[in-house]
Protein backbone atom coordinates (compact mmCIF):
# COMPACT_ATOMS: atom_id res chain seq x y z
CA UNK A 1 0.00 0.00 0.00
CA UNK A 2 1.51 3.54 -1.09
CA UNK A 3 2.16 5.78 2.12
CA UNK A 4 2.48 9.37 1.35
CA UNK A 5 2.21 12.40 3.82
CA UNK A 6 -2.02 12.50 3.23
CA UNK A 7 -2.02 8.47 4.28
CA UNK A 8 0.42 9.71 7.62
CA UNK A 9 -1.46 12.61 8.63
CA UNK A 10 -5.08 11.41 8.05
CA UNK A 11 -5.03 7.30 7.47
CA UNK A 12 -3.10 4.53 9.44
CA UNK A 13 0.52 3.99 8.31
CA UNK A 14 1.41 1.00 9.99
CA UNK A 15 -1.01 -1.36 7.29
CA UNK A 16 1.03 -3.42 5.63
CA UNK A 17 -0.44 -5.81 2.20
CA UNK A 18 1.67 -8.69 2.49
CA UNK A 19 -0.02 -10.99 0.83
CA UNK A 20 2.19 -12.72 -2.14
CA UNK A 21 -0.08 -13.78 -4.79
CA UNK A 22 0.20 -14.90 -8.53
CA UNK A 23 -1.92 -16.10 -10.81
CA UNK A 24 -1.64 -17.18 -14.28
CA UNK A 25 -4.20 -17.35 -16.66
CA UNK A 26 -7.00 -18.37 -14.74
CA UNK A 27 -5.71 -22.08 -14.08
CA UNK A 28 -2.59 -21.83 -11.97
CA UNK A 29 -1.90 -19.82 -8.73
CA UNK A 30 1.54 -19.61 -6.31
CA UNK A 31 1.40 -18.64 -2.93
CA UNK A 32 3.72 -18.36 0.15
CA UNK A 33 6.37 -16.64 1.50
CA UNK A 34 8.84 -15.00 -1.55
CA UNK A 35 8.76 -11.60 -2.02
CA UNK A 36 9.81 -10.51 -5.73
CA UNK A 37 13.50 -9.96 -5.19
CA UNK A 38 16.47 -11.41 -5.39
CA UNK A 39 17.68 -13.43 -2.44
CA UNK A 40 20.76 -13.79 -2.82
CA UNK A 41 21.20 -9.66 -2.72
CA UNK A 42 18.32 -8.72 -0.39
CA UNK A 43 18.99 -6.72 2.30
CA UNK A 44 22.33 -8.39 2.71
CA UNK A 45 23.45 -5.50 5.37
CA UNK A 46 21.54 -6.98 8.39
CA UNK A 47 23.89 -9.78 8.11
CA UNK A 48 21.82 -12.96 8.34
CA UNK A 49 22.51 -15.00 5.37
CA UNK A 50 20.35 -15.44 2.18
CA UNK A 51 16.64 -15.72 2.36
CA UNK A 52 15.28 -19.04 2.45
CA UNK A 53 11.28 -19.51 1.16
CA UNK A 54 9.03 -21.62 -0.28
CA UNK A 55 6.28 -21.02 -2.46
CA UNK A 56 3.12 -23.66 -3.44
CA UNK A 57 2.22 -24.05 -6.94
CA UNK A 58 -1.86 -24.54 -7.37
CA UNK A 59 -4.30 -26.03 -9.93
CA UNK A 60 -8.01 -25.99 -9.69
CA UNK A 61 -10.52 -24.58 -7.64
CA UNK A 62 -8.55 -23.18 -5.70
CA UNK A 63 -6.50 -20.69 -7.60
CA UNK A 64 -10.47 -18.96 -8.00
CA UNK A 65 -10.68 -17.70 -4.26
CA UNK A 66 -6.92 -16.15 -4.49
CA UNK A 67 -7.68 -14.55 -7.91
CA UNK A 68 -10.09 -12.85 -6.15
CA UNK A 69 -8.52 -12.10 -3.07
CA UNK A 70 -5.89 -10.35 -5.58
CA UNK A 71 -8.37 -8.54 -6.94
CA UNK A 72 -9.71 -7.20 -4.14
CA UNK A 73 -6.43 -5.66 -3.17
CA UNK A 74 -6.13 -4.15 -6.58
CA UNK A 75 -9.84 -2.39 -6.50
CA UNK A 76 -8.74 -1.09 -3.00
CA UNK A 77 -6.07 0.75 -4.47
CA UNK A 78 -7.46 2.05 -7.42
CA UNK A 79 -11.21 1.82 -7.05
CA UNK A 80 -11.28 0.20 -10.83
CA UNK A 81 -14.36 -1.68 -11.26
CA UNK A 82 -14.20 -5.43 -10.50
CA UNK A 83 -16.26 -6.21 -13.38
CA UNK A 84 -13.90 -4.83 -15.52
CA UNK A 85 -10.77 -6.53 -14.20
CA UNK A 86 -12.71 -9.68 -13.86
CA UNK A 87 -13.74 -9.13 -17.70
CA UNK A 88 -10.08 -8.38 -18.83
CA UNK A 89 -8.39 -10.91 -16.86
CA UNK A 90 -10.80 -13.47 -18.12
CA UNK A 91 -11.78 -15.04 -14.90
CA UNK A 92 -14.29 -17.52 -14.53
CA UNK A 93 -15.05 -20.36 -11.82
CA UNK A 94 -12.26 -22.95 -12.09
CA UNK A 95 -13.05 -26.57 -12.11
CA UNK A 96 -11.82 -29.04 -9.62
CA UNK A 97 -8.46 -30.72 -10.33
CA UNK A 98 -6.35 -33.10 -8.00
CA UNK A 99 -8.10 -34.74 -4.55
CA UNK A 100 -6.47 -32.24 -2.47
CA UNK A 101 -8.70 -30.56 0.15
CA UNK A 102 -7.87 -26.48 0.45
CA UNK A 103 -9.11 -23.60 2.34
CA UNK A 104 -8.09 -20.00 1.64
CA UNK A 105 -8.26 -17.98 4.33
CA UNK A 106 -7.33 -13.88 3.28
CA UNK A 107 -7.11 -12.01 6.60
CA UNK A 108 -6.39 -8.37 7.68
CA UNK A 109 -7.46 -5.75 9.79
CA UNK A 110 -10.89 -4.99 8.30
CA UNK A 111 -11.67 -8.61 9.70
CA UNK A 112 -13.52 -8.50 12.82
CA UNK A 113 -13.81 -11.99 13.36
CA UNK A 114 -10.43 -13.18 14.51
CA UNK A 115 -11.09 -15.81 12.04
CA UNK A 116 -7.45 -16.61 10.84
CA UNK A 117 -6.13 -16.61 14.98
CA UNK A 118 -9.00 -18.68 15.64
CA UNK A 119 -8.19 -21.31 12.72
CA UNK A 120 -4.50 -20.98 14.01
CA UNK A 121 -5.26 -22.07 17.15
CA UNK A 122 -8.03 -24.76 15.87
CA UNK A 123 -4.84 -26.37 14.28
CA UNK A 124 -2.51 -26.40 16.85
CA UNK A 125 -5.08 -27.74 19.38
CA UNK A 126 -5.64 -30.38 17.07
CA UNK A 127 -2.05 -31.58 17.55
CA UNK A 128 -2.19 -35.30 19.27
CA UNK A 129 1.51 -36.61 18.36
CA UNK A 130 3.32 -33.68 16.26
CA UNK A 131 3.35 -30.01 15.64
CA UNK A 132 5.87 -28.46 13.69
CA UNK A 133 6.00 -24.55 13.42
CA UNK A 134 8.37 -22.77 11.16
CA UNK A 135 8.47 -18.63 10.99
CA UNK A 136 11.06 -15.65 10.83
CA UNK A 137 9.32 -14.33 13.55
CA UNK A 138 7.92 -15.49 16.56
CA UNK A 139 6.34 -12.89 18.62
CA UNK A 140 2.96 -14.68 19.60
CA UNK A 141 0.37 -13.40 21.72
CA UNK A 142 -0.92 -14.55 24.73
CA UNK A 143 -3.74 -17.34 22.76
CA UNK A 144 -0.81 -18.43 20.40
CA UNK A 145 1.82 -18.71 23.34
CA UNK A 146 -1.05 -20.20 25.56
CA UNK A 147 -1.90 -23.28 22.46
CA UNK A 148 1.74 -23.81 21.75
CA UNK A 149 2.81 -24.76 25.74
CA UNK A 150 -0.95 -26.16 26.33
CA UNK A 151 0.43 -28.89 22.81
CA UNK A 152 3.82 -29.45 24.60
CA UNK A 153 2.69 -29.99 27.98
CA UNK A 154 0.02 -33.02 26.68
CA UNK A 155 2.60 -34.41 25.50
CA UNK A 156 2.57 -33.72 21.69
CA UNK A 157 6.29 -33.65 20.12
CA UNK A 158 6.49 -29.62 19.38
CA UNK A 159 9.43 -28.64 16.83
CA UNK A 160 9.37 -24.48 16.41
CA UNK A 161 11.83 -23.73 13.51
CA UNK A 162 13.31 -20.41 13.36
CA UNK A 163 16.12 -18.12 11.86
CA UNK A 164 19.41 -18.02 13.70
CA UNK A 165 19.57 -14.15 12.96
CA UNK A 166 16.70 -11.84 11.42
CA UNK A 167 16.93 -8.45 10.14
CA UNK A 168 15.11 -6.70 12.71
CA UNK A 169 17.17 -5.91 16.20
CA UNK A 170 14.35 -5.51 18.29
CA UNK A 171 12.61 -8.41 16.51
CA UNK A 172 15.12 -10.87 17.54
CA UNK A 173 15.11 -10.13 20.93
CA UNK A 174 11.67 -9.67 21.31
CA UNK A 175 11.39 -12.86 19.95
CA UNK A 176 13.88 -14.82 22.14
CA UNK A 177 12.28 -13.44 25.28
CA UNK A 178 9.63 -16.58 24.65
CA UNK A 179 12.36 -19.35 24.34
CA UNK A 180 12.85 -20.07 28.04
CA UNK A 181 8.95 -20.30 28.67
CA UNK A 182 8.41 -23.03 25.49
CA UNK A 183 11.59 -25.26 26.69
CA UNK A 184 10.30 -25.32 30.26
CA UNK A 185 7.09 -27.39 28.65
CA UNK A 186 9.21 -29.33 26.25
CA UNK A 187 9.29 -27.12 23.00
CA UNK A 188 12.46 -28.34 20.92
CA UNK A 189 13.45 -25.10 19.77
CA UNK A 190 15.68 -25.61 15.99
CA UNK A 191 17.90 -22.21 14.85
CA UNK A 192 18.18 -22.45 11.09
CA UNK A 193 21.75 -21.84 10.39
CA UNK A 194 22.02 -21.32 6.34
CA UNK A 195 20.46 -17.98 6.14
CA UNK A 196 17.04 -16.08 7.19
CA UNK A 197 14.74 -18.83 7.08
CA UNK A 198 11.26 -17.14 5.88
CA UNK A 199 9.24 -20.11 5.10
CA UNK A 200 5.54 -20.13 7.16
CA UNK A 201 4.31 -23.44 7.69
CA UNK A 202 2.65 -25.84 10.02
CA UNK A 203 2.08 -29.09 10.27
CA UNK A 204 0.38 -31.28 12.54
CA UNK A 205 0.15 -35.23 12.73
CA UNK A 206 1.27 -35.15 9.21
CA UNK A 207 -2.20 -34.98 8.33
CA UNK A 208 -3.15 -31.14 8.43
CA UNK A 209 -1.06 -28.55 7.31
CA UNK A 210 -1.12 -24.41 7.34
CA UNK A 211 1.21 -22.40 4.89
CA UNK A 212 1.45 -18.84 3.44
CA UNK A 213 2.50 -15.61 4.06
CA UNK A 214 1.62 -15.62 8.13
CA UNK A 215 4.44 -14.87 10.31
CA UNK A 216 3.67 -16.16 14.05
CA UNK A 217 3.76 -12.67 15.34
CA UNK A 218 1.15 -10.13 16.35
CA UNK A 219 1.48 -7.86 13.17
CA UNK A 220 0.48 -10.69 11.00
CA UNK A 221 -2.44 -11.64 13.18
CA UNK A 222 -4.21 -8.16 13.70
CA UNK A 223 -1.79 -5.60 11.24
CA UNK A 224 -0.79 -7.27 8.11
CA UNK A 225 -3.34 -7.85 5.24
CA UNK A 226 -2.37 -11.80 4.58
CA UNK A 227 -3.52 -14.95 2.98
CA UNK A 228 -3.15 -18.89 4.19
CA UNK A 229 -3.83 -21.99 2.78
CA UNK A 230 -5.13 -24.38 5.38
CA UNK A 231 -4.59 -28.25 3.68
CA UNK A 232 -6.07 -31.21 4.86
CA UNK A 233 -4.58 -34.93 3.91
CA UNK A 234 -1.59 -36.74 4.44
CA UNK A 235 -0.89 -36.58 0.77
CA UNK A 236 -0.51 -32.72 0.65
CA UNK A 237 0.99 -32.33 4.67
CA UNK A 238 4.18 -34.74 3.88
CA UNK A 239 5.61 -32.69 0.96
CA UNK A 240 5.84 -29.95 3.67
CA UNK A 241 6.88 -32.22 6.71
CA UNK A 242 9.68 -33.28 4.04
CA UNK A 243 10.22 -29.73 3.43
CA UNK A 244 10.21 -28.42 7.79
CA UNK A 245 12.95 -31.87 7.84
CA UNK A 246 15.28 -29.88 5.47
CA UNK A 247 15.36 -27.09 8.03
CA UNK A 248 15.73 -28.78 11.23
CA UNK A 249 18.83 -30.71 9.52
CA UNK A 250 20.41 -27.19 9.14
CA UNK A 251 19.56 -25.74 12.26
CA UNK A 252 20.96 -26.18 15.93
CA UNK A 253 19.03 -27.80 18.50
CA UNK A 254 19.02 -24.92 21.22
CA UNK A 255 19.81 -26.16 24.67
CA UNK A 256 17.95 -25.23 27.65
CA UNK A 257 20.67 -25.37 30.13
CA UNK A 258 23.27 -23.32 27.15
CA UNK A 259 20.02 -20.68 27.34
CA UNK A 260 20.35 -20.17 30.67
CA UNK A 261 23.64 -19.39 30.34
CA UNK A 262 23.49 -16.17 28.40
CA UNK A 263 24.57 -13.22 29.97
CA UNK A 264 22.19 -10.33 32.75
CA UNK A 265 22.43 -7.64 29.31
CA UNK A 266 20.87 -10.11 26.85
CA UNK A 267 18.04 -11.00 29.26
CA UNK A 268 17.54 -7.33 30.01
CA UNK A 269 17.25 -6.53 26.45
CA UNK A 270 14.93 -9.33 25.86
CA UNK A 271 12.05 -8.23 28.51
CA UNK A 272 12.74 -4.55 27.66
CA UNK A 273 12.17 -5.69 24.06
CA UNK A 274 9.04 -7.99 24.67
CA UNK A 275 7.38 -5.02 26.25
CA UNK A 276 7.16 -3.73 22.17
CA UNK A 277 5.83 -6.98 21.02
CA UNK A 278 2.73 -5.32 19.82
CA UNK A 279 3.96 -2.65 17.67
CA UNK A 280 6.97 -5.19 15.94
Not at 38 to 54: I, L, M, S, T
Not at 142 to 168: T, Y
Not at 236 to 242: H, Q
Request: with cysteine.
Amino acid sequence: FPSGLWQMVFGRNDLRLHRKIVVIDDRIAWTGSMNLVDPRYFKQDAHCGEWVDAMARMEGAVVSPLAMTLIGDWVLETNESIEEIIDCAGLDVVEPKGGADVQVVPSGPIETDDGLLLMLLTLINAARKELVLTTPYFIPDESLMRAIRAAAASGVQVHLVLPEKVDSFMARYASRSYYAELMDVGVQIHLFKRGLLHTKSITVDNCLSMFGTVNLDMRSLWLNYEVSLFLYGEAIATPIRSLQQSYIQDSELLSPDEWKKRSLQHRILENVLRLTSPLL
